[in-house]
């Protein structure tokens, strides 16, 4: 475990965790996720009452195409991204108000976000994404096309760093933070957290046009281990902050450098494949890197695996002087 004790699992104690309270939260993330997707669904509609051609929801929720929509690749990636952001205002306030905590608390006992692992996770995964692809370019140049749109990728820039991440957030915040953390309260389990959050994190992917494109077992089977790695390194590090930068660092590399059919986020990416994906071969390539990243971190942060097998337990006398100390 890491050497700092962060008291993740330990959290929720700092708030009130009713049951009705967690159903009310998961109401509210609802109503703010709906919220977040009107402006994307009214301009779809003034798209389609202008009399255009082609436009068709229908064939956007298979293909998550905006063209389809009528709408430029950049504004409806900004339109959809909104959608996370009504629900990660929802989830934050929800918590303080039903939980009675800060919502910092879903990244770590004392509410503290560590900039440094957020920084070191972002830029290490990006890191070992590109080194993978940078391998199936060279061994097989043919399947990528390369197009760099100027001004159309600058904007792609901007949105990808400062509105991509209220959605990678949001997910990392309600599956890792409030999801997991409120499982472990409950069970006392930190195994039956991680592995019930990992299900639910691969089971709302489910929906993503991919799967039906790629097959739902391969595509299963990537967000699964996903949600799993995901869920591990916040388990070991006792703290979110890790994920944070790792989630963020895979769906930038997937919105800016590389785009294939079919995927969550239809970008101006600087590369397509001309081919449809491996996705078996994308399994292999994240669980070899997974495993790296996991082992690096082992070292670096002195984590004890054996610590997944702790119950969740109180608050140590260490953490509510913490707790003290702050309010």
């Known amino acids: 475990m890491n050497g700092k004790h962060n008291g993740f699992f330990q959290a929720p104690y700092r708030g ?5 309270r967690y159903l009310v939260v998961l109401l509210a993330v609802m109503v703010g996720y709906f919220i977040g997707q009107l402006p994307l669904g009214i301009a779809a509609l003034l798209q389609m009452n202008s009399g255009k051609e082609g436009v068709s929801i229908d064939e956007f929720q298979k293909t998550a195409d905006f063209s389809v929509l009528g709408l430029d690749a950049n504004l409806g990636l900004f339109l959809l991204l909104l959608s996370f952001a009504g629900a990660l205002i929802f989830l934050c306030a929800a918590t303080k108000l039903f939980h009675r905590r800060p919502w910092q608390t879903l990244i770590s006992y004392s509410g503290r976000l560590n900039w440094r692992k957020i920084g070191f996770g972002f830029s290490a995964w990006l890191f070992l994404c590109i080194v993978v692809e ?19 990728f600058v904007i792609l820039l901007v949105i990808a760093f400062f509105v991509l991440p209220l959605q990678t957030s949001f997910e990392e915040l309600f599956f890792r933070g409030w999801m997991m953390q409120g499982l472990g309260f409950m069970s006392g389990s930190k195994i039956v957290a991680l592995l019930i959050s990992t299900a639910l994190f691969a089971g709302i992917h489910s929906l993503n046009p991919e799967v039906k494109t790629y ?14 790695f995901l869920g591990l390194l916040t ?23 590389f785009n294939y059919e079919a995927a969550a986020l239809q970008t101006h990416s600087l590369f397509t494949s001309e081919e449809p994906l491996n996705v078996m071969g994308v399994n292999l390539s994240f669980l070899i890197i ?38």
């Open 215 to 228: 097959g739902y077992a391969p595509m299963m089977m990537y967000y699964f281990q996903a949600g799993l």
């Open 290 to 327: 997974a495993v790296i990243f996991i082992f690096f971190c082992k070292h670096l942060y002195k984590w004890n695996f054996n610590s997944l097998f702790r119950p969740v337990g109180t608050p140590s006398d260490r953490l509510l002087d913490t707790d003290n100390e702050e309010d």
């Open 16 to 20: 009130k965790n009713n049951y009705w």
């Open 235 to 257: 388990a070991l590090d006792d703290s979110l902050d890790l994920a944070l930068g790792v989630h963020f660092a895979t769906n930038f590399y997937a919105a800016v450098f």
């Open 134 to 152: 940078s391998y199936s370019y060279f061994s097989d140049p043919e399947i990528y096309e390369f197009h760099f749109a100027g001004m159309q």
